[in-house]
């Protein structure tokens, strides 16, 4: 069946095959790490998951790269300010590295948690710094880079088609521009490709280079690593929207500049997260993290059922009530898969329903709703289990066909233990303190006339 894909490159829904036939090369912009990501961060790796998983149900390999910025994105998006890596090593008095690491791990664990699969490859800025100088030096022989005070910049005019992703408007850029922060820039969107340490200053992260010590530029990285894993043109590149105008326009501008053969196939981009209306981010300071949501008690896999409720373009708000809707939702489907028991046979019907909606531009609200219409159909329990089973590969709600499955650690069933045997004994006092102490690892607890249902958080 075929899979569409909305492009942004051409703004239209677009029938994706890979260029290789049976294998998808993709690239998804990943987290600069000075901090903790916060959950609208997190819709955007969710998305890119789903698209992930969607590419390997129709039987495609996928070789899928992820890079760690750990140096050079600096706290404005045209070029100025500090480095954020270096600015999160300031505040909490660690070595920039330590800082990147600490946060590369948190990130790591989040995605975990979130049931999003790992990246076959995890390159970081500060590990391709001689490929970085390579694309720069290939640039300035192909006569596209100027040098300025504080670096070497990317001249923007010279590359023919710059405006095409983002459809931007450069004549407007130009007139609404307040004051133009860099006054040595040739244009309004010409960007850094290498910057130079400033002077009495003494970086944490700097390199040698043909042009003095500095660092790469934010940009740069993105086509380093791709061209390098993957390859001058790959089939997919993803990412937040707010990439749109300026980091994506900029790694096609570098990258076909350097090369002269086309860099992404498809641009494919996730919408906002909103809270009250406005975008979640950092800098606002309205952001919530994952940790948060767990210490509230609600599973992180009740947010990924939450954002596959609305479609990947569309933006949506957080609001508690939403994701307690969604917790609800979200239990009651794992109840109700608990008890088909084993999986034997499937349901052609469903599935075929369930492949078109995913192949319509990831359709997850729609391939939730066929979720619901297969549980609440007539098919035999086995069957259902089966289909479902399969659903889940997509959907990665961690769905189980017993309660078995859930692996309980040993330390817990101990405690599950020791609590049945005092509600047999009718200490109902010390049944409540084991119920503390199952809550305080994650675990919810549930009592009824026949058993007590256990459900990790
Ligand atoms: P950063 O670590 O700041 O580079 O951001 C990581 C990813 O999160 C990028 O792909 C952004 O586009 C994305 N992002 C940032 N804010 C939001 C938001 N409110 N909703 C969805 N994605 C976002
Ligand atoms: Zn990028």
New binding site residues.
């Given amino acids: 069946m075929k899979l569409e894909i909305y492009n942004t490159l051409t703004r239209k829904k677009e029938e994706f095959n890979p260029l290789n036939k049976t294998s998808v090369s993709y690239y998804a912009?990943g987290?600069?790490v000075y901090n903790y990501?916060h959950i609208?961060?997190l819709?955007?790796y969710i998305f890119e998951d789903i698209l992930k998983r969607v590419l390997l149900f129709n039987n495609l390999k996928v070789k899928h790269v992820m890079n760690i910025?750990d140096v050079g994105h600096l706290t404005s998006d045209a070029d100025e300010g500090d480095d954020k890596v270096e600015l999160g090593a300031k505040r909490e008095g660690k070595t920039a590295k330590e800082i990147a690491d600490y946060y590369t791990n948190e990130f790591k664990k989040n995605l975990k948690d979130l049931n999003i699969l790992p990246p076959d490859l995890w390159p970081k800025a500060s590990e391709h710094i001689k490929e970085q100088i390579d694309l720069v030096t290939k640039l300035e022989k192909n006569g596209y880079t100027y040098k300025t005070s504080d670096g070497i910049y990317f001249d923007s005019s010279k590359f023919k088609g710059y405006e095409i992703l983002a459809k931007l408007d450069i004549q407007g850029l130009k007139e609404g521009a307040r004051v133009q922060e860099n006054k040595e820039k040739k244009n309004i969107t010409d960007f850094a490709l290498w910057k130079f340490s400033p002077k009495g200053k003494k970086r944490q992260m700097e390199w040698d280079s043909p042009w003095g010590i500095g660092f790469p530029g934010w940009h740069i990285e993105c086509s380093a690593m791709s061209m390098k894993h993957l390859g001058n043109t790959i089939d997919i590149h993803a990412?937040?929207i707010?990439?749109l105008p300026v980091h994506h326009t900029n790694e096609i501008a570098q990258s076909e500049a350097a090369t002269g053969q086309q860099f992404v196939r498809f641009w494919v981009h996730?919408e906002?997260?909103l809270i009250r209306d406005d975008?979640?981010?950092k800098s606002k300071e309205n952001f919530i993290t994952l940790d948060t949501l767990k210490e509230k008690k609600y599973s992180p896999l009740a947010f990924r059922y939450m954002l596959l409720m609305a479609h990947y373009r569309s933006r949506i708000n957080f609001s508690w009530k939403a994701l307690t809707a969604a917790q609800v939702a979200l239990d009651k489907l794992r109840e109700r898969v608990y008890r088909l028991g084993p999986a034997k046979g499937s349901c052609p019907q469903y599935e075929k329903r369930f492949i078109e909606a995913i192949n319509d531009d990831l359709n997850t609200p729609q391939a939730l709703a066929i979720v619901w219409d297969l549980i609440k159909s007539k098919e035999p329990a086995p069957a259902i289990q089966g289909t479902l089973q399969k659903f889940d590969q997509v959907l990665g709600l961690g769905l189980r066909t017993s309660k078995k499955d859930q692996a309980v650690p040993k330390n817990v069933q101990e405690i599950i233990k020791q609590r049945e045997q005092a509600r047999q004994n009718k200490d109902w006092a010390l049944a409540d303190k084991l119920r503390g102490e199952l809550e305080k690892l994650n675990y919810k607890v549930e009592d009824s006339k026949k058993d007590t249902i256990i459900k990790k958080y």
């Fill in positions: 912009c987290p600069t990501a609208g961060n819709r955007t910025t990412g937040g707010d990439h996730g906002f997260l975008r979640m981010s």
